[in-house]
């Protein structure tokens, strides 16, 4: 079993950045593929990005494709998401997951685990 905390979260001002991490725990964490989903107020969950357990292979939403990079540690069993040029659209709970099946799917029932969401406010 996997567990996965957020954190990262916080009030940025249009354009700006932040990086958010998820921290992994439990085992066989280097063998998931990882994603990060979005729900904004009044929306369902919505994909964000992937990424396989061996980094080589990525997945992102056209939303923000260019904008956002997902990447991860095994040996520290991190998974990040930087997220520049952000957008009042982007105001979201952002959520980490595991897919054990390593798919790099963009549905939520791909994955396996989550965490509990940190919050990204982007102010206009």
């Known amino acids: 079993q996997v567990q996965l905390v957020e954190s990262g979260g916080g009030l940025v001002q249009a354009g700006g950045s932040l990086r958010l991490s998820c921290a992994a725990s439990?085992?066989?964490?280097?063998?998931?593929?990882m994603g990060w989903f979005r729900r904004a107020p009044g929306k369902e969950r919505e994909f964000v990005a992937a990424?396989?357990?061996?980094?080589?292979?990525?997945n992102y939403a056209d939303s923000v494709k260019g904008r956002f990079t997902i990447s991860r540690d095994n040996a520290k069993k991190m998974v990040y998401l930087q997220m520049n040029s952000l957008k009042p659209e982007d105001t979201a709970v952002y959520y980490c997951?595991?897919?054990?099946?390593?798919?790099?799917?963009?549905?939520?029932?791909?994955?396996?685990?989550w965490g509990q969401g940190t919050q990204v406010t982007v102010s206009s």
């Open positions: 997951a595991a897919d054990r099946y390593n798919r790099i799917a963009t549905m939520t029932w791909a994955y396996d685990y």
């Open positions: 439990g085992r066989t964490f280097n063998n998931y593929a």
């Open positions: 990424i396989r357990w061996s980094g080589g292979s990525t």
